[in-house]
């Protein structure tokens, strides 16, 4: 038990990282999809952070009346971590937008018979200057 | 002040060029400032390449903060040769791309596309020159978030969808890259490489680092589309639009393959550590798997650039085969084929972007008889087919020699024999279109098609000229390559 409970952090961090895989992995809807990803990339803000933390640490401050402090490093490398997944979810769901309006549905299977190699070879979501 | 500065310029110079395109977005503003931008990039790495050959390593300290706790650009001949490939690819597409996107993209569009491309090679070139382990995590997602969006405004609607499993898998393998980093982090402390690589060695065995090493060897794996990972390329380079597919067929992957190498060889020290582990013997049987199952399907393919893409899964099968021989005669051959692979399929997707242009089509049949309405186009994609081959004078014979001589010198000779029949593989694939483009009777858009214009053509040409100069002049190419895999055999940086 103490085992688990020394080590809560990552025993936290890695359960969220196997549940994001699965739901990537493991539903055909786009959207869980990105959500689950999600979950996948906040699990490893976490692996970053609390290695970070000191108990009793404070931040990084030079005076007298403090002598532990944190690491601030990891927030700063996670700040721009959490920029980037921002962003990729807000691509992801942008693209998720542009295959409901192509395809009318955001169900995977249902877009991939609908892609299927031979069907529907005109689907003009971008179109281009067709001649 | 411009030479000390040239390793923050090579960056620097398209990733401010990237909004600009997105602000003066109107004519054909967007592709002079991009041609402006990648010929300067192209520059830079030229005068980089020569500062390293003559000073060895240059390292340059952003924001004069010193290195370890600083972040570090540092280049030695291996970088500074991915720069050069990289941003060659560059500059010999942006040429093409004005005729290309005009007819395949909407005009309002356009800007962005630009915008988007710059943004990618600033990616790629950042995590090629930096010597900082986070800012590569942070430079690959600028290059791989382009290129989704790059691949998205693809000819039609499957391209969003190859767009979306592209960042699905894109953003799992960056996450194992990230937490690969996190890890070496928390052991070490830093995220120098060089740093990192002094200190990782004296860890030996430790679990956390072999995690960390397993975390960035599958989530570079998934990057590079090492064989069973390979999934997302084939769609999302038969729907992007043509100049996106050269360019990234040409660069992204190559990067990713560069990190292999830094991380293995650099970081973890080779033969040292790696070869302690199963990667080798992994990578050996993936690299085959590649080779022969991407090579094969890549023969059943009926659109053609889904074939180009089915043959770049196996050419990075020769690639990771050098790695997991681990010798420096394969570390040359495996780098001298990063160049020679981004020559051939960049140029072979410009040549069939120049083919779709006349005829509209992208299934093989629609080639019929091509060879004879487009003989320069349809001669100069036969030249690089003979190149992937490895026909001998041409650039694709240099690199399976290298590996075909690294394999001979272990004393694997059956690995020399699986090399020469993957070769009859891809003369399959290849050999398909030059029958159909050749001994056809020319039908439907084909019959009528005359050569595509010089802009589209001339950088297709250029390309199969560079593969025949290479091919027979290797002292540039084999040179680097030589004193690079030195360098990385030895785990110098």
């Known amino acids: 038990m103490n085992v688990v409970l020394a080590h809560l952090n990552a025993y936290v961090a890695v359960f969220l990282m196997v549940t994001g895989l699965f739901t990537v ?63 990729t979810l807000a691509l992801g769901l942008a693209l998720v937008v542009r295959i409901q309006e192509a395809y009318g549905s955001i169900e995977e299977d249902d877009v991939h018979r609908q892609s299927a190699p031979g069907e529907a070879r005109q689907g003009g979501a971008n179109g281009g200057e067709a001649p | 002040m411009i030479i000390a500065n040239l390793p ?43 500062r390293v050959l003559d000073e060895g390593t240059v390292s340059y300290m952003l924001g004069g903060w010193e290195a370890p706790l600083g972040i570090e650009y540092r280049i030695d001949t291996l970088n500074a040769f991915v720069l050069l490939v990289v941003t060659g ?85 960056a996450t194992f890259i990230v937490i690969g980093i996190g890890l070496l982090w928390t052991m070490t402390g830093t995220l120098n490489l060089a740093d990192l690589a002094s200190r990782v060695r004296t860890m030996e065995g430790a679990p956390s680092v072999l995690s960390a090493l397993a975390f960035l060897t599958v989530g570079i794996s998934l990057k590079l589309a090492l064989f069973p990972l390979h999934l997302w390329l084939p769609n999302a380079y038969a729907s992007a639009p043509s100049t996106a597919s050269a360019f990234l067929a040409g660069t992204a992957t190559k990067v990713a393959i560069y990190l292999f190498f ?41 659109d053609v650039k889904r074939m180009l893409a089915y ?25 001298v084929h990063l160049l020679n692979h981004a020559i051939m399929k960049a140029g072979l997707f410009l040549l069939v972007g120049c083919m779709v242009f006349r005829v509209r089509g992208f299934r093989v049949e629609d080639l019929a008889g091509i060879g004879h309405r487009m003989p320069l186009t349809m001669g100069a994609f036969t030249l690089l087919g003979l190149s992937m081959l490895g026909v001998p004078g041409t650039v694709g014979f ?39 483009a050749y001994f056809r009777v020319p039908s439907g858009a084909a019959a009528t098609a005359t050569e595509a214009p010089a ?8 390309l199969a000229g560079a593969s025949l100069w290479f091919g027979l002049d290797t002292s540039f190419s084999l040179g680097l390559a030589n004193r690079a895999a030195a360098a990385l055999v030895a785990g110098v940086f």
Not at chain 2, 11 to 28: D, E, Q, S, T
Request: charged letters at 10%; glycine letters at 8%; one cysteine or more.
């Open chain 1, 25 to 87: 992995v493991n539903r055909g809807n786009l959207i869980k999809k990105l959500v689950g990803l999600s979950i996948f990339q906040t699990s490893v803000y976490l692996l970053y952070l609390s290695p970070g933390k000191i108990i009793g640490g404070t931040a990084p401050i030079i005076a007298d009346r403090y002598e532990i402090y944190s690491n601030p490093l990891p927030h700063v490398l996670i700040l721009t971590a959490i920029v980037v997944g921002v962003a």
């Open chain 2, 8 to 50: 923050a310029l090579q960056v620097v110079v398209p990733l401010v060029a990237a909004p600009l395109c997105a602000i003066f977005r109107a004519g054909h503003r967007p592709w002079r400032i991009t041609l402006a931008a990648s010929w300067a990039a192209f520059a830079c790495a030229v005068a980089l390449m020569r």
């Open chain 2, 89 to 173: 690819v560059g500059a010999v597409i942006v040429p093409y791309a004005k005729r290309s996107v005009e007819s395949e993209i909407q005009p309002d569009r356009r800007g962005w596309f630009y915008t988007m491309f710059l943004l990618c090679l600033a990616g790629l070139l950042g995590v090629t020159i930096t010597g900082d382990a986070f800012n590569i995590f942070v430079f690959l997602e600028i290059s791989s978030l382009s290129s989704y969006v790059l691949i998205a405004l693809g000819r039609d609607r499957r391209a969003l969808v190859a767009s979306y499993q592209y960042l699905i898998m894109g953003t799992i393998g």
């Open chain 2, 262 to 302: 830094r991380f293995f060889f650099t970081v973890f020290g080779g033969e040292n550590f790696v070869s302690k582990t199963p990667i080798p013997e992994m990578f050996l049987v993936l690299s085959l798997c590649a080779m022969f199952v991407a090579a094969t399907v890549a023969v059943f393919q009926e």
């Open chain 2, 311 to 335: 043959s770049s899964v196996a050419q990075i099968g020769y690639i990771t085969l050098g790695i997991s021989l681990g010798t420096q005669t394969a570390l040359a051959g495996s780098i």
């Open chain 2, 398 to 436: 240099v690199s399976k020699w290298y590996l075909g001589v690294a394999a001979a010198d272990l004393g694997q000779w059956w690995l020399v024999g699986f090399i020469m029949l993957s070769s009859l593989i891809t003369m399959l694939y290849m050999g398909r279109i030059v029958e159909v």
């Open chain 2, 455 to 462: 802009g589209l053509l001339v950088p297709g040409l250029v």
